[in-house]
């Protein structure tokens, strides 16, 4: 089984997105995948599993004690596209800002039935995000490119060196800019590809083909879809 984490401090940079988009690629291989929302605002679980009732077991019962953890999983199922969910609510705020860092691994490690989890973390390095980054395997840092975006960014790369783990960014709508191209944004993105040099792992798409894969649950996965939307994170899975 592989545990993969997705984080970043800074907020609104892609994760909940990035961990939708890794969770249904991963099951489109025929792979088990346990999709866990360590976010109090749960949007990994708007976007998988919608409900009225915010108040359904989840993170927040399994992290307290309440429930274990194949008690409260969901399973979502995207047009033949399956995957398994832990959901989480606000309740989660009770208990994650001061999580013990080892929490996570001693709930997690002796699950079965996975071939991949994966970890979406709320915009922090602290709590819950360093408990999930402590039991991964692989750590993604979504990251588009923008001034607010690139101080987090490698504020999270520092924190997880501290722990002794390596993050690798994937960067959310970036094109290379041509060697002739000046101004702002041609001079950001070359400012921002060299400050996370040797943790770049890949890119992902910002369109309305890729929104709307990550939003609708009536999307047709065709073939063609597959190989546009998540083929290329498989790949970026397998190479890192």
């Known amino acids: ?92 705020d009770n208990v994650a800002p001061s999580m013990d860092p080892f929490h996570l691994r001693r709930l997690f490690k002796t699950i079965k039935g996975y071939d991949y989890l994966v970890f979406d973390c709320p915009p922090t390095v602290q709590g819950i995000s360093r408990a999930a980054a402590i039991v991964a395997d692989k750590i993604y840092i979504p990251a ?19 722990l002794e783990k390596s993050g690798e960014v994937i960067l959310v709508g970036y094109k290379e800019p041509k060697k002739e191209s000046t101004g702002y944004m ?15 792992a890949g890119t992902v798409p910002k369109t309305i083909t890729t929104a709307r894969a990550i939003a609708d649950p009536s999307i047709n996965w065709t073939q063609t879809k597959v190989d546009k939307i998540l083929k290329p994170l498989i790949e970026i899975v397998e190479r890192s």
């Open 144 to 162: 588009d490119i923008s001034a607010p975006t690139l101080g987090p960014t490698l504020y999270t790369l520092s924190s997880l060196a501290d």
């Open 1 to 92: 089984m592989n545990a993969i984490t997705i984080l970043n401090q800074k907020g609104g940079c892609g994760k909940t997105s990035l961990s939708v988009l890794l969770s249904l690629a991963l099951a489109s291989t025929g792979k088990k995948v346990l999709a866990v929302d360590c976010d109090p605002q749960g949007g990994l679980t708007s976007f998988l599993d919608p409900i009225e009732d915010d108040t359904r077991p989840g993170m927040f019962e399994i992290i307290s004690g309440q429930n274990k953890i194949a008690e409260v999983v969901a399973h979502v199922n995207r047009r033949g596209i399956e995957v398994d969910l832990v959901p989480a609510d606000y309740r989660l």
């Open 186 to 200: 041609a001079e950001l993105s070359r400012k921002f590809t060299e400050k996370i040099n040797g943790h770049y």
